[in-house]
């Protein structure tokens, strides 16, 4: 009965997007999330923004795509999703007979909060001979009406698939457009949306910080502004940013994305130096927010009691999902995932 009770209650705060009740602080998280996975067939996918710990109790840690394309491939019947809301949706969109949680549910998006479907609809009602392609950083009400996905590993692939002479709304994110308008030649039409965290990096401070180390190269992700993209010296998705200093020759990077990539860097580079790009505020982080809200103790609440669960409507979904099963099958026949 006191079970019952407690489940009911971790629903409800659950829902409130605060489901770490006071949890016996000898338990080791560690062995409990391990007993969990066995116990329920379940399994945690993490993106590279999650904090440490989460990291290394995953089973698969990767990018957008990455993650998206091991949603679909899924076998567990539980699959715990550590990163943010629009992420587990689409691993509902792409696998719904499975249960997926997601430790917070107010781990949002501001990219995706961006734009909402009743403004987007009316923006993209402008240009009726458009096609329109979405970063997977949306809701599942944009991905309805957009016609292919895309994310940061595979955007330039998704954009060179579609005819020249077909013209393109780009959604939602602005810079990442931007840069792929610039890579391109495209002259995609671009809404008017932006990540928090990649908006606040300091040129100043990166061009200071350069100064002190000139051996370090500037790494980016493609959300960042234009300036920041500029004197970079790789852009590349979170997974692609790895990749790179994992074959590179160099010794130091200055990484302009969120921090949480660094500790996969750290780990498969032990002996390179990793900075993290300074963001134009006092606060001397460049922590997701959003990202952030989970943590280990809601990790495993949310296994326990398998709550909060990403539930949609059945239409919704299935309009979601066109779109991105477009974007997988063309980045499967373009060599970008297996
Ligand atoms: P990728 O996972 O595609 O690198 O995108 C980063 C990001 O901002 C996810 O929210
Ligand atoms: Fe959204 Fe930016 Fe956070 Fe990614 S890093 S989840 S795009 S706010």
């Not at 959300?223 to 130091?252: H, M, N, V």
């Not at 299935?318 to 995932?337: E, N, Q, T, V, Y």
Request: net charge negative; proline share 5%; charged share 25%.
């Amino acid at each position: 009965m006191a079970d019952i009770n407690i489940a009911n209650a971790q629903l409800e705060l659950g829902k409130k997007g605060f489901l770490d009740l006071a949890i016996d602080p000898t338990m080791d998280l560690f062995k409990e999330i391990a007993r969990l996975k066995k116990e329920k067939n379940a399994i945690v996918l993490a993106h590279y923004y999650q904090e440490a710990d989460i990291q290394d109790v995953a089973d698969y840690i990767g990018d957008s795509l990455g993650l998206a394309q091991q949603a679909e491939k899924a076998q567990a019947d539980i699959i715990v999703f550590a990163g943010v809301h629009f992420m587990a949706e689409t691993a509902k969109i792409l696998n719904p007979t499975k249960k997926v949680l997601l430790p917070d549910l107010n781990a949002g998006c501001s990219l995706a909060d961006s734009a909402p479907a009743d403004l987007f609809k009316k923006f993209k009602a402008k240009y009726p001979d458009h096609i329109v392609i979405s970063y997977i950083n949306c809701t599942a009400d944009i991905k309805a009406l957009s016609d292919i996905i895309c994310t940061s590993g595979n955007a330039e692939k998704i954009i060179e698939s579609v005819p020249a002479e077909t013209p393109i709304i780009f959604a939602p994110d602005k810079n990442l457009g931007a840069y792929l308008n610039k890579k391109t030649g495209r002259k995609m039409v671009l809404w008017n949306g932006a990540c928090m965290v990649h908006e606040i990096f300091s040129l100043e401070k990166i061009s200071k910080l350069k100064l002190r180390h000139p051996e370090a190269k500037v790494i980016a992700h493609p959300e960042c502004e234009e300036p920041i993209l500029r004197i970079a010296d790789f852009i590349g998705s979170t997974t692609q940013l790895l990749k790179y200093t994992q074959q590179d020759s160099g010794q130091a990077y200055i990484v302009a994305t969120e921090t949480g990539i660094l500790h996969q860097m750290q780990k498969a580079s032990p002996e390179k130096n990793f900075i993290p790009a300074p963001p134009d505020n006092s606060c001397a982080c460049n922590d997701c927010p959003h990202m952030k809200l989970n943590t280990l103790e809601k990790l495993y609440l949310c296994m326990e009691y398998e709550a909060p669960e990403i539930l949609m409507e059945e239409n919704l979904r299935l309009a979601a999902k066109k779109p991105i099963d477009r974007m997988l099958a063309i980045s499967r026949a373009a060599g970008l995932i297996g």
